[in-house]
Structure formats: structure tokens, C-alpha cells
């Protein structure tokens, strides 16, 4: 059973900037593409940014794109979220995902994605 455990959440003032981490239990963590996902209350749970196995391919919602950055350091098993520019409008909880079907594609819908952390709370204030 993999296990996905987030970090790094918190309250930031619109502008500023948080990294998310998440570190996987699985050991074979390079053979999957791992997702970002956000979900703010009464919304549905959006994708954020993707990234390939190799870490060699990177997709963005096109609200984050310019300010968000995936990336992944396989020897730690670990995947981050560096977002910059926040806006009021990024609070959601946050989280991530592993998709066991594919490591040279990112899928966008939540649905492809079989083991999830538990979610972190970013808060951005005006």
C-alpha cells in the first residue's frame, strides 16, 4: 500500500509564496507520474500540475502556469510544489497523488489517480 504524506501548507499573505512537499512510501516512486490537486469548499477536486515519472515532463492548470513549479528528486521519493504569487483564490486544500497505470504521462482528472495523501491547508489572505 503506498502512502503519500503532504507538507508545507499554511497562512501566507497574498503574493508570498509556500512549497509543498510530499514523500512517498513507494520504492519503485520513479516508475509513476505523481499530480497536484487542489480542493476548495463546496468545489470539485481541480488539477494543479503533473509530472512524469523521470521528471522529465511538466503540465499546469492554466490558473497556476507561470507562478506554480513541479518538480521531484526520486532518490528522496519526494515530490514538491513551489508556489509563487499567490492569490486569494489558491486557498484550497492541496493535494497529491500517485497514478500506478502510467510513469510517462500525467493525467489531469482525479479520477486516474489511485493513492492520495492527506491533504494539506493553504490558506492566502488578502
Known amino acids: 500500500q503506498v502512502q503519500l504524506l503532504e507538507s508545507g501548507g499554511g497562512l501566507v499573505q497574498a503574493g508570498g509564496s509556500l512549497r509543498l512537499s510530499c514523500a512517498a512510501s513507494e520504492r519503485t516512486f520513479s516508475s509513476y507520474a505523481m499530480g497536484w490537486f487542489r480542493q476548495a469548499p463546496g468545489k470539485e477536486r481541480d488539477f494543479v500540475a503533473g509530472?512524469?515519472?523521470?521528471?522529465?515532463?511538466?503540465y499546469y492548470a492554466d490558473s497556476v502556469k507561470g507562478r506554480f513549479t513541479i518538480s521531484r528528486d526520486n532518490a528522496e521519493n519526494t515530490v514538491y510544489l513551489q508556489m509563487n504569487s499567490l492569490k486569494p483564490e489558491d486557498t484550497a486544500v492541496y493535494y497529491c497523488a500517485l497514478d500506478p497505470d502510467r510513469w510517462w504521462e500525467v493525467e489531469r482528472t482525479a479520477g486516474s489517480y489511485d493513492y492520495w495523501g492527506q491533504g494539506t491547508q493553504v490558506t492566502v489572505s488578502s
Open positions: 509530472i512524469t515519472g523521470s521528471g522529465g515532463r511538466t
